[in-house]
């Protein structure tokens, strides 16, 4: 990773966001939650990197620690080579219009009391942009981009539905012109036939306004349908990196393997060998120690007990993954 | 030809709302045969969850009541059986497990005297024989050191346990028809594999019937024997698993089968999409409730609600206009 740091949008050198647990009456930090430990990794400009893991595998945090609402422990982040992570408010809010965010439940990522038009004008008033008669005119056009009538401006979020209400969480995350979003299981809580309009309107938008997406969900299938490069997430750290295409056919990591094998395909003669894992995710807070998936893989050695493996390049530069083994399965 | 196991016949039912009266479910009909496994697949706001409830008799009260038809099971028709006799019925030949465990336990009671309260209540055992026969559920579900695990609270287990101990609760009387509703929504695709598999091998074990509502058509697909969509409150299609994946023809499940991402598709390429909303069950159209989104539209659709037609042995349509052929992007296969 010392390649030029301008060719990259965005990228996270072992970035660490550790969470001290309180304990006792003096609530003393004993122990810390290890959500992030020592991700690395890369944004090209109007590349979607997908990120996947299982709940509390650290993958929101992370888009929060970019977006700036967490302070990293550790690691840098660099913006279009600008390290970020440890600016002021002050000095990040030219950041803060360059990078944006979508969340998963429009409804609570949306002021309920402000009308639509209030919300999406919120960001120019914030970032200084244009005066009034300007700013209703953007509010206007980022309607029509994401497909909502002109009238939304004075109704409120209750008035809409999930997907609509997701395409004004959009608008306003696009009301800046940022150069990255962060879309968090942006579409996980819609129906599938709503789903597959914002998905759609995600990729348009991508091409027309040249945005990267980091974006973040629990569902490979989605994942796969709108990114370039996908990063699988096991206990904080990143276990395989891949083109899209790569990660479903070619995966290397076991744990990808059996993410994959797990997902139920809608296709009634598609049985197949399913490898189930046995037991829970373990806790961030007491990790496994060697390989943190290896109390659940079924390929593990007894190397894997004691010895952490690292992210390594297979083929092609772009694949890597974290295992001591190559296997071929 | 012998009964089916459950056979609800033009069910409807309403909510009483502050706007009015609404119905939810509305000429539903479907019949689930012993052992089979019966997939209900729609979006938010089809009805399927409440035709689960009113199978079980518990609609929300007092606004959501049956309106019309009935839900025939094993020679009794549920939908005007008295309260007291349903309480017999309910957990004891029917179980049930809802989408999120953590609201389905009660969180001040140890999971040992949740498994047991409803054993002391339908059968004659003793505390001690029902105490080992929760143990022997648990165990059976899968759960590591049963016996310890009776004394924990329900806050104490990861959500995948917790799932494992909900379906515990619901089988412990050996139900013969299971009805579950989202079972696996709540949780990561690792562990939603392993309770779909547990509900399978207990469904063969037990020789059960289950009722499968999701609304995730890759579950439907590896789970079900038959399947039935709905689309607001009414059946749009039903049939065999195969007739709705191979040959699907309302174009709603058409629309459906073609809007999910897959992974074998090439990625960034734009999906198939229905465009629009489903109608507010509080103004309906007449004619359709597919109608403003359907790419096959027709006159009278906009005037006339189609009914339900048999077009093979098993799979029925309620369309106007149904596709003859399977479109392309529904092609199965890899």
Do not use: W
Request: proline letters at 6%.
């Amino acid at each position: 990773m010392t390649g030029s740091r301008t060719e990259n949008l965005l990228e996270l050198h072992d970035l660490k966001m550790h969470f001290p647990v309180k304990e006792g009456i003096l609530l003393r930090a004993a122990k810390y939650n290890k959500a992030v430990d020592g991700v690395t990794l890369s944004i090209k400009p109007g590349e979607t990197l997908g990120l996947v893991g299982e709940s509390g595998c650290g993958k929101s945090t992370l888009g929060r620690c970019i977006v700036n609402l967490y302070r990293p422990t550790a690691g840098d982040i660099y913006f279009e080579g600008h390290e970020i992570s440890r600016l002021s408010n002050r000095e990040i809010m030219p950041y803060r219009q360059n990078i944006q965010m979508i969340f998963q439940d429009p409804m609570e990522s949306l002021n309920s009391r402000q009308t639509v038009g209030d919300i999406l004008e919120e960001p120019l008033i914030i970032h200084k942009i244009g005066d009034a008669a300007a700013r209703k005119q953007r509010v206007r056009e980022l309607l029509n981009i994401v497909g909502l009538p002109a009238r939304s401006v004075t109704r409120f979020p209750f008035e809409f539905s999930g997907g609509q209400r997701q395409r004004i969480g959009i608008a306003r995350a696009i009301a800046l012109n940022p150069k990255l979003i962060i879309c968090d299981e942006a579409v996980s809580a819609l129906d599938v036939s709503i789903q597959s309009q914002i998905l759609n309107l995600l990729i348009d938008l991508q091409k027309e306004l040249d945005l990267s997406y980091l974006f973040i969900a629990h569902d490979l299938a989605v994942v796969k349908h709108i990114s370039d490069r996908i990063a699988i997430m096991y206990l904080g750290r990143i276990v395989e990196i891949a083109d899209s295409d790569d990660v479903h056919s070619n995966s290397r990591h076991p744990y990808t393997r059996s993410l994959l094998s797990a997902i139920p395909v809608p296709d009634p003669r598609g049985k197949k060998q399913r490898i189930t894992l046995e037991g829970d995710v373990p806790s961030p807070i007491d990790p496994p120690e060697g390989c943190s998936f290896h109390p659940r893989c079924a390929y593990r050695q007894s190397r894997c007990a004691s010895d952490p493996p690292s992210l390594r390049s297979v083929g092609s530069s772009t694949h890597e993954f974290s295992c001591h083994f190559d296997l071929k399965f | 030809m012998t009964e089916p196991l459950l056979s609800v016949q033009h069910l409807g039912v309403e909510f009483d709302t502050d706007e009015g009266v609404v119905r939810a479910v509305d000429e539903l009909s479907f019949t689930v045969a012993a052992g089979e496994t019966l997939g209900i697949v729609g979006e938010s706001g089809c009805g399927k969850s409440v035709t689960a409830l009113a199978i079980m008799r518990l609609l929300p009260q007092p606004m959501g009541s049956i309106a019309g038809g009935s839900i025939r099971f094993q020679g009794e028709d549920l939908a005007k059986l008295p309260v007291a006799r349903m309480e017999k019925i309910r957990g004891a030949r029917i179980g049930m497990v809802f989408q999120e465990p953590m609201t389905a336990l009660n969180p001040v009671k140890t999971v040992g005297k949740q498994l047991i309260e409803s054993l002391l209540l339908h059968t004659d055992l003793k505390v001690e024989q029902a105490i080992r026969r929760a143990i022997e559920m648990l165990d059976h579900v899968g759960i590591p050191s049963p016996d310890i695990r009776m004394g924990e609270y329900p806050h104490q287990l990861s959500g995948g346990m917790r799932q494992r101990v909900v379906i515990a609760m619901a089988l412990i009387c050996r139900p013969s028809l299971l009805i579950a509703d989202e079972p696996t929504t709540a949780l990561d695709v690792t562990i939603q594999a392993q309770i779909l598999e547990l509900i399978k091998a207990l469904q063969q074990e037990m020789g059960m019937a289950v009722i499968l509502i999701t609304h995730d058509l890759g579950v439907i697909a590896e789970t079900s024997d038959n399947v039935a969509v709905m689309y607001a409150g009414r059946m749009a299609e039903s049939g065999t698993v195969y007739d709705i994946f191979d040959d699907p023809r309302h174009p709603y499940t058409q629309g459906l089968l073609a809007s999910i991402p897959r992974l074998d598709h090439a990625s960034k390429t734009r999906l198939t999409t229905i465009e629009g909303m489903v109608p507010g069950l509080l103004d309906l159209p007449k004619g359709c409730r597919f109608e403003n989104r359907c790419s096959r539209r027709q006159a009278r659709c906009a005037t006339h609600a189609p009914v339900i037609e048999t077009i093979a042995e098993k799979h029925k349509v309620s369309c106007f206009n149904p596709a003859t052929q399977p479109p392309h992007d529904a092609a199965i296969n890899t």
